[in-house]
């Protein structure tokens, strides 16, 4: 299993119209066939400076890989992702086990 | 619920038998009466610097302040955390929805 997650900042205002349309786009990634577990979050912490948060798990590497070429995941990034958000960081995650 | 994570980097060598024993310790921060959902991963992504992560769930404020105040968890702070964490990023996340 490996968990996708991203925080990030828009530069949209608190509650806007805007914010809203851009966080029910992100929310139809759920639908890409390979997304498990998929849930998105507000950041609530005062420690970092992001806002909201997107998780999903993926069952292998080839699943994460179909999801990051899948077109509606391309349309997204390149429409909302990129003009609207001001501020990102991605973090993977593995299951530790020892060995 | 509240979901409580943070990624880290440590000042050991990777693999090495220093690492292994904070990764042992911080694993047994689940034993705490509030904690839920506790896992303990190695971070993969090439895009942040950082090499593990610890997640965990709370089912209300009250039981994340319960789990920040318990003594295992300032022992641990004290004796491992800050000596031995270089980097970390805390990142706490509640579920979205709208309105």
Redesign the interface.
């Known amino acids: 299993m ?2 996708h997650t991203v ?1 990030f900042k828009l530069k949209h205002d608190a509650g806007s119209e805007n914010e ?1 349309n851009f ?1 029910r786009a992100a929310q139809k990634l759920v639908e890409i066939p390979t997304v498990n577990n998929f ?7 005062e ?2 400076n ?1 806002d ?2 997107l ?1 999903m798990d993926f069952n292998s590497k080839a699943g994460y890989q179909a999801y990051n070429e899948h077109p509606d995941h391309i349309q997204f990034v390149e429409t909302l992702w990129i003009p609207e958000v001001v501020e990102f ?8 086990s ?1 060995s």
């Not at 849930?39 to 912490?45: A, G, N, P």
């Not at 960081?89 to 530790?96: A, L, Q």
């Open positions: 490996i968990r925080v809203l966080l849930e998105c979050f507000r950041q609530v912490s420690k970092n992001y909201f948060g998780s960081m991605e973090i993977d995650y593995v299951r530790y020892e």
